[in-house]
């Protein structure tokens, strides 16, 4: 979490990842506007850099390369990462309407999200087309489309047809003949454009020089004709006379030219007729000085005809940075954008040459290529933080405790469950206290360190109970909250029994201003009801204060049948199979978020799987003959198997290889990297009997990785273990058979192995 103040801090909101906010995060990482909290709200953790897509297409780029991971860009600034949809700009309440989550407000809130692609409304584009927008997307379905070529062979001729002949269109006609012929297939690709010539608005040299590298390539252009809709195979062009004819294709990619997305239109702001918010020279919009846009999704007042292209964001990005700097000091003279009336365009034309043009020059060749690679490399690599880790930022010094002049040791601790009083020292304190006197309606309490409690109410009830509150594990309360509570209910869930009410344990950190309590306390209590609500409980209560630091927890209940047998830890049998629910890694995936190593997409990933509950896992535990469940949290794999076969009286043998993972967690544990809470949880090792192998495997490590919100760990009958895996997966659980469990006499509980026979 940033350091607060009682003083309110001003909210700079940047909506997308744009070419111009990649700048905006790289310029304020040596020195963070003061008092300032900035959010950064993405749809995607990843933006793709266009100008690199073509030659990713023809092959002369891996995925990695055109990708600009803003996760580890904006955690060196401090900045919050919402991932999000922005829908709505409400002027009137200053705020960020998101999707599926409350909206953001803003003091100062700047817009680079790009545009779309147009006639994504003729008859069954949707359905039969890959557009370009959203880049990422065409990238993903371009990448899937190759991966499956390489297995089936198309039997005749493979027919491409590209619709649009701006640059992106032609330059992706070439990448793809290029990549598929390389590939050995028998190609046919075909350009058509409905304006009378490809590359309006270029150079007639370049015009020329392109035609020709067509031409020597076989390539189709028809020019004048217009796509008037497309069914499985065959698109329907018109000329201008009217005349109808077909197309057919295998595989259609929709390059038209841009438009806006529908936020603006949908925010009542000041739009040009093709949906994009209209800007002063400043930046700002026109009639409000406290929102600012940049790229495709504006059009600039006093050019209003500058193209949608990628190098007018990539050059406003320093005037936008520049100008957000005096906005948020208070200033007024803020720097002005002029376009630059020409730029240098280079088509890439696949097989390692391109076209070149600036003013009325035109040139081509192999060097051009090579001018074009090392300009779009130059600009990547400014925004690769992770494969420069030593360059010093605002970022190390604030989560290194620096500021304060304490050292590097001071670094900060792990949240989420991982903030847990280790299981010995919990073991060790209550064993030092008396014994309680006997009473006959618990049926599950203290003495059973079970996950959840279960006593008998006066009415004959049977009540199952538990609380959990841990530390913020992430800057983002919405997520906290809703976290929180799914990890709260699984302890339920862990019994075998539906949760319905839940009381609210919350402490926001001391030293915020009023208004920031506010807030945070609504975002906490706004995830906590979007995932109770879901789950049927009834938040009833709660209990607010402050401490140093955000906790959030829950009391959760709820009630067992009559006859109900509960999925307590002590009835797990010898020989059966151990299933975990969920993969491991939330412990080190989130130890890497704190010192702004984590990788975009990894933290979605974690993300997703801390926001499934575990109710249908249970069911399927129940419903495959599970007699004994526990959720994996703090103590991890290892910590909360130890104690199950504690309460049983037995002993498993757990194979390492199977261990499932999160995206990125063994690569990180890889490097060494732990959560501040795994060397306690490590200690269970001590009792351990492990192969030499099961030791030296990198999943090793993932057995003390304390989870937030993690899987259900149960076993089931062998015959009926298969069955539960395939339900489990099918309903897209990361699930895993582990483990046995044995009787107890083996000379240790668990034994460790790379081997399950
Ligand atoms: C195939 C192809 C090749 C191209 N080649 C070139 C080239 O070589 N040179 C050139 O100058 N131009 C090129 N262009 C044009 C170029 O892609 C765009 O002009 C450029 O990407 C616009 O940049 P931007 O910063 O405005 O937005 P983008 O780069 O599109 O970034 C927008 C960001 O906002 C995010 N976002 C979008 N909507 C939302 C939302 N609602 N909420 C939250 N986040 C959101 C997106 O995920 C993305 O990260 C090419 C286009 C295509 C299709």
Redesign the pocket.
């Given at each position: 979490m940033q350091p607060t103040s009682t003083s309110k801090r001003t909210d700079l909101v940047l909506?997308?990842?744009?070419?111009?906010?990649v700048q905006v995060l790289e310029g304020f990482a040596m020195e963070p506007p003061p008092e300032t909290r900035i959010t950064l709200?993405?749809?995607?953790p990843?933006?793709?850099?266009?100008?690199?897509?073509?030659g990713f297409?023809a092959g002369q780029y891996r995925r990695e390369e055109l990708e600009?991971d803003?996760l580890p860009l904006a955690r060196r600034i401090g900045a919050r990462v919402i991932l999000?949809?922005?829908?709505r700009i409400s002027t009137a309440r200053k705020q960020i309407v998101?999707?599926g989550r409350p909206a953001v407000s803003f003091d100062l809130a700047s817009i680079?999200?790009?545009?779309t692609?147009a006639g994504l409304s003729t008859p069954g584009v949707r359905e039969h087309a890959i557009p370009?927008?959203?880049?990422?997307l065409?990238v993903s379905r371009v990448d899937a489309l190759f991966e499956r070529l390489r297995t089936e062979r198309p039997r005749d001729t493979f027919r491409v047809v590209v619709v649009g002949a701006?640059?992106?269109?032609v330059?992706?006609a070439f990448a793809l003949d290029h990549r598929l012929r390389e590939a050995g297939h028998a190609v046919d690709v075909s350009v058509i454009e409905s304006g009378p010539e490809i590359l309006p608005g270029y150079s007639a040299g370049m015009r020329r020089r392109t035609v020709r590298a067509a031409k020597e390539r076989r390539i189709h252009v028809l020019t004048g004709r217009r796509v008037v809709g497309v069914e499985a195979n065959t698109a329907r062009l018109t000329d201008p006379q009217g005349t109808e004819t077909d197309a057919a294709f295998d595989l259609l990619l929709w390059?038209t030219g841009?438009v806006s997305?529908p936020?603006f239109r949908d925010s009542d702001l000041p739009t040009d007729e093709r949906g994009f918010v209209r800007v002063r020279s400043t930046l700002q919009l026109l009639d409000h000085d406290d929102i600012l846009a940049?790229?495709?999704?504006?059009t600039l007042e006093n050019h209003p005809s500058t193209?949608?292209?990628?190098?007018?964001?990539?050059r406003q990005g320093p005037v936008l940075t520049a100008n957000l700097r005096r906005l948020l000091a208070g200033g007024k003279l803020l720097d002005r954008y002029t376009p630059q009336h020409d730029?240098l365009?280079?088509?890439?034309t696949g097989g390692g040459g391109a076209i070149g043009g600036k003013w009325f020059l035109s040139f081509e060749g192999d060097w051009v290529f090579r001018l074009?690679d090392a300009i779009?490399r130059k600009f990547m690599h400014r925004f690769q933080p992770l494969d420069h880790p030593n360059r010093s930022t605002a970022f190390d010094t604030a989560a290194m405790g620096q500021e304060d002049g304490e050292g590097a040791e001071m670094e900060m601790l792990c949240g989420g469950c991982a903030a847990k009083l280790g299981q010995l020292a919990l073991e060790r304190t209550l064993s030092r206290l008396p014994p309680a006197a006997e009473n006959r309606s618990v049926e599950l309490g203290l003495g059973d360190a079970d996950d959840a409690a279960c006593y008998t109410a006066p009415g004959g009830e049977r009540v199952v109970s538990s609380v959990d509150q841990f530390r913020a594990f992430t800057d983002d309360p919405f997520l906290v909250g809703k976290v929180a509570a799914i990890n709260a209910a699984s302890d339920l869930y862990a019994k075998g029994v539906e949760p319905r009410y839940a009381h609210a344990l919350v402490a926001l950190p001391e030293g915020s201003s009023d208004s920031e309590h506010e807030d945070t306390l609504f975002e906490l209590m706004a995830g906590a009801r979007a995932a109770l609500d879901e789950l049927g409980i009834a938040l009833i209560g709660g209990h607010t204060t402050t401490a140093t630091e955000l906790l959030m927890g829950f009391h959760v209940e709820g009630f067992a049948e009559r006859d109900q047998e509960l999925l307590a830890q002590k009835r797990l049998r010898a020989g059966e199979t151990l299933i975990l629910s969920k993969a491991l890694g939330t412990g080190v995936l989130f130890r890497a978020d704190m010192r702004g190593e984590l990788r975009g997409p990894w933290f979605k990933g974690a993300l997703a799987s801390m926001q499934r509950s575990n109710r249908e896992a249970a069911a399927v535990a129940r419903r495959f003959g599970a007699r004994a469940a526990t959720d994996i949290t703090g103590f991890g794999l290892a910590g909360h198997l130890a104690s199950m076969l504690r309460a049983a009286d037995l002993a498993a043998v757990v194979d390492v290889t199977r261990l499932p993972a999160l995206p990125g967690a063994t690569e990180i544990l890889e490097t060494g990297l732990r959560s501040t809470f795994h060397e306690e949880n490590a200690r269970v090792a001590r009792g351990m009997e492990i192969d030499g192998a099961a030791r030296r495997d990198p999943r090793f490590a993932l057995l003390f990785d304390p989870q937030t919100s993690g899987g259900l760990l149960f076993g089931v009958p062998e015959k009926n273990a298969e069955g539960a895996l395939a339900t489990l997966l099918d309903s897209g659980h990361a699930a895993a058979i582990i483990g046995k469990t044995t009787s107890a006499e083996a000379t240790s509980r668990l034994r460790v192995t790379t081997l399950l026979s």
């Open positions: 909506v997308g990842g744009g070419h111009s906010h709200i993405v749809d995607q990843v933006a793709t850099y266009s100008g690199m897509v073509p297409v600009i803003v999000a949809k922005a829908v998101l999707e680079n999200i790009g545009s692609v370009t927008r959203p880049i990422g065409f701006g640059v992106g269109g330059e992706v390059v841009a997305q936020l940049v790229g495709d999704c504006a193209p949608k292209a990628g190098v007018y964001a990539v730029f365009t280079l088509v890439n074009k779009d």
